[in-house]
């Protein structure tokens, strides 16, 4: 019998370039929206997992979008230190790699089609305007990605427009709790770009590449993690309020874990962040499931 280690599997580069890591931001507002439809007494399955299946496919294909522009314009280069860009790798092609984005994109276009027919005009907007955004951060000439405005945009897409918008076509209306809820989304989900930029500043730097981080610092994006952390957890007390109940302070005993996740992230830098990232958008997962769950525990 020879003797030899086995040769461990490598991913697949689409897998790489799909970023596993990141789909929970995609899943987290969705569920907490379909836990607000349910108390607001309007639950739809089949409407609540068009806008899960929306969002993942928008996720991925802005992963994409991501992956090919960043790489045209010269943003991606060998001394990157985050998770390995396919174009840049060599391990996909351009053309493929567009392609894969505008089939994502396409898919995510029949899932709204199927959401206008549930949720009417307003969802043509959202749509559109998710499509857009995904497209801008990093694609056209002036992508706000390039330009600071990254942690706004995902606070809004991952916050606000996915847990209304998955209340909206579940009972076509929203709700103050499902306003105060999706503000925790979106300040965490925001959370995990600040990650991203304070690996990548000297990176963007060099490459123009204006995040926010890069025009103030360090100190600065630490401080944004770190009041965003606090944030959440005010606005999770705040759902609590507009329900009239004490049930959804629940997701405040997190406030340890969120807490020894920034002291994680304000002692490491560079390369290091890499898993800190994936536990930041799994940290947005788990505060959102449970504020979902206490919501559903809520007497309607």
């Known amino acids: 019998m020879l003797k030899g280690s086995k ?12 970023r596993p890591k990141t789909l929970p931001a995609a899943v987290a507002p969705v569920v907490l929206g379909t836990a607000i439809s349910y108390h607001a007494g309007n639950l739809r399955p089949l409407p609540a997992a068009a806008c899960l299946a929306g969002a993942l496919l928008l996720q991925i294909s802005s992963n994409l979008a991501n992956d090919y522009f960043d790489f ?8 990157r230190l985050g998770p390995v860009r396919v174009t840049q790798a060599g391990l996909i092609s351009e053309r493929a790699i567009l392609t894969g984005m505008v089939v994502t994109f396409l898919l995510a276009t029949m899932v709204g089609l199927y959401l206008l027919t549930v949720g009417g005009p307003p969802i043509v907007y959202i749509g559109v305007a998710s499509i857009v955004a995904a497209i801008l951060y990093t694609g056209g ?3 706000y990605g390039y330009k600071g405005l990254g942690e706004i945009f995902v606070f809004a897409f991952f916050g606000p427009v996915a847990v209304l918008g998955t209340q909206y076509v ?6 103050s709790a499902g306003a105060m809820a999706s503000v925790g989304s979106g300040l965490l989900c925001a959370n995990v770009l600040i990650v991203n930029n304070l690996r990548d500043r000297e990176q963007d730097i060099k490459a123009d590449k204006k995040t926010l981080i890069a025009r103030f610092g360090r ?3 630490l401080g944004l993690y770190l009041a965003n952390l606090g944030l959440s957890f005010g606005f999770a007390a705040a759902v609590g309020w507009s329900l009239h109940s004490l049930v959804p302070l629940a997701a405040l005993l997190l406030i340890p874990v969120g807490g020894q996740l920034y002291q994680k992230v304000a002692r490491t830098d560079g390369r290091a962040l890499n898993p800190l990232l994936g ?19 809520v007497p309607r």
Do not use: N, Y
């Open 219 to 221: 100190k600065f994006g």
């Open 7 to 18: 040769k461990m599997s490598q991913p697949s580069p689409w897998l790489l370039a799909i």
């Open 72 to 79: 045209k314009k010269g943003a991606d280069t060998a001394e």
């Open 279 to 297: 536990e930041t958008a799994r940290f947005q997962l788990l505060f959102c499931g449970v504020l979902a769950v206490s919501i559903l525990c």
């Open 141 to 143: 000439p002036l992508p």
């Open 170 to 175: 579940q009972t076509g209306s929203i709700t």
